[in-house]
């Protein structure tokens, strides 16, 4: 199968969550059980070199994910023309019964790819952050203990966005497929069409 059930699912309750404003879909663990180390043993230059990284790779995930969303959002308007285009050339592509269910196939392809490729864009997501705020209100006993505090959240935040991020590319890349199946389908359509004359 090209797509797993995990997958299926995840795509499902992406653009689910389209129509449900607020509802978030389940993620997959990308770290599997793996959890956030125990930092106790960590003196503070080692834990000074995890937050500056932290921070590093968090702003790079971040940038990556924007990068995606924007990627989607290109592919959402090169899906609104190749489909105007396939409708408004239905005449000049399609000759028969064999060659309209062939273009049929392509435009539910397309149909697919839009509507995945606008979840990747505007599904709720789920990005890992650390929230000045809230940690101002931790009371660690000293420098030391604040700064492994604060090394553990951002972990979490990265594991968090790389799961949103990894997400995200699923649902890109699986938009990208059906676009490509359809545009297939639709040249076939044409050849069929275009034998038939």
Same mark, same amino acid.
Request: aromatic share 10%; net charge neutral; charged share 20%.
């Given at each position: 199968?090209?797509?797993?059930?995990g997958e299926?699912?995840?795509?499902?309750?992406?653009?689910?969550?389209?129509f449900?404003?607020?509802? *978030?879909? $389940?993620m997959p @663990?990308?770290? #599997?059980?793996?959890e956030?180390?125990?930092?106790n043993?960590w003196? %503070?230059?080692? +834990?000074?070199?995890?937050?500056?990284?932290? *921070?590093? $790779?968090?702003? @790079?995930?971040? #940038?990556?994910?924007?990068?995606?969303?924007?990627?989607?959002?290109y %592919?959402i308007? +090169?899906?609104?023309?190749?489909i105007?285009a396939?409708?408004?050339?239905l005449?000049?592509?399609?000759e028969?019964?064999?060659?309209?269910l062939?273009w049929?196939?392509?435009?539910?392809?397309?149909?697919l790819?839009?509507?995945?490729?606008f979840?990747?864009?505007?599904?709720?997501?789920e990005?890992?952050?650390v929230?000045?705020?809230l940690?101002?209100?931790e009371?660690?006993?000293?420098?030391l203990?604040?700064?492994?505090?604060l090394?553990?959240?951002?972990?979490?935040?990265?594991?968090?966005?790389?799961?949103?991020?990894?997400?995200?590319?699923?649902l890109?890349?699986?938009a990208?497929?059906?676009?490509v199946?359809?545009?297939?389908?639709?040249?076939?359509?044409?050849?069929?069409?275009?034998?038939?004359?």
């Amino acid at each position: 199968m090209i797509f797993d059930k995990g997958e299926l699912r995840l795509i499902a309750e992406h653009i689910a969550s389209l129509f449900q404003p607020g509802r *978030r879909p $389940t993620m997959p @663990a990308t770290y #599997g059980t793996l959890e956030v180390g125990d930092l106790n043993a960590w003196e %503070l230059p080692t +834990v000074d070199l995890l937050l500056e990284e932290g *921070r590093r $790779t968090l702003d @790079a995930i971040n #940038g990556r994910f924007e990068n995606l969303r924007n990627r989607s959002q290109y %592919l959402i308007g +090169v899906l609104l023309v190749t489909i105007t285009a396939a409708v408004g050339m239905l005449d000049l592509i399609v000759e028969g019964p064999a060659a309209f269910l062939v273009w049929a196939l392509g435009i539910t392809s397309f149909g697919l790819a839009l509507i995945i490729a606008f979840a990747a864009f505007a599904a709720t997501a789920e990005l890992g952050s650390v929230d000045p705020v809230l940690f101002s209100r931790e009371k660690p006993d000293n420098h030391l203990d604040a700064a492994r505090s604060l090394a553990r959240a951002y972990t979490k935040a990265v594991m968090r966005t790389t799961t949103a991020l990894h997400v995200r590319f699923t649902l890109y890349r699986d938009a990208a497929w059906f676009f490509v199946v359809g545009v297939v389908f639709i040249a076939v359509a044409w050849g069929l069409g275009h034998a038939a004359r």
